[in-house]
T-cell receptor, first 114, second 109 residues
């Protein structure tokens, strides 16, 4: 248990559906991230939020829409996805001490787009 | 060009064997981290190394930071099936963290 929870853990959706992924952290961190992890590929950073403000969008298609209502919650809204978007979507929060950043990941949502 | 090169990419060994995986770069880092990701879960931070030449131990895992702070290694003694997973190194002095592609370890009972 890392203090970062994600729901749902598994999601199957059609290409015309709209769904949302939820992430919640109880660690008091001020930065949160969305990553995509496809099979046998490295972690791909998608979005970064610092103090509820989006500070990085790593050229992510607009069919992925993040939302950060407060420092503890992060959402990823999905619509009109493609089969190649099937992946493990990981949320993480970050803390920093003396210049060293530590990230705490949630268990991920395994997304399958049919 | 990947900032952090991890090797080997895949490793399959028998239970009880020892192994070492590597994280290399041409850049100097103020700190490096190792994460382990078990199947179906998110990565979990194992250790942070910040001093050149530093060695840290976590039960059967030994982490070393190179003297020049350009590389790190992870040595596992007497591997067990529970060690199976993806081992990621990351540069921890930057935000967001920069991850290597990982070494996928499979320990067979």
């Amino acid at each position: 248990e890392t203090g970062v929870t994600q729901t749902p853990r598994h999601l199957v959706m059609g290409m015309t559906n709209k769904k949302s992924l939820k992430c919640e952290q109880h660690l008091g961190h001020n930065a949160m991230y969305w990553y995509k992890q496809s099979a046998k590929k490295p972690l791909e950073l998608m979005f970064v939020y610092n103090f509820k403000e989006q500070t990085e969008n790593n050229s992510v298609p607009s069919r992925f829409s993040p939302e950060c209502p407060n420092s503890s919650h992060l959402f990823l809204h999905l619509h009109t996805l493609q089969p190649e978007d099937s992946a493990l979507y990981l949320c993480a929060s970050r803390t920093e001490l003396a210049g060293v950043h530590e990230q705490y990941f949630g268990p991920g949502t395994r997304l399958t787009v049919t | 060009t990947q900032l952090l090169e991890q090797s080997p990419q895949f490793l399959s060994i028998q239970e009880g064997e020892n192994l070492t995986v590597y994280c290399n770069s041409s850049s100097v880092f103020s700190s490096l981290q190792w994460y382990r990701q078990e199947p179906g879960e998110g990565p979990v931070l194992l250790v942070t190394v910040v001093t050149g030449g530093e060695v840290k131990k976590l039960k059967r895992l030994t982490f070393q930071f190179g003297d020049a702070r350009k590389d790190s290694s992870l040595h596992i003694t007497a591997a067990q099936p529970g060690d199976t997973g993806l081992y990621l190194c990351a540069y921890a002095g930057n935000t967001p963290l920069v991850f290597g592609k990982g070494t996928r370890l499979s320990v067979i009972a």
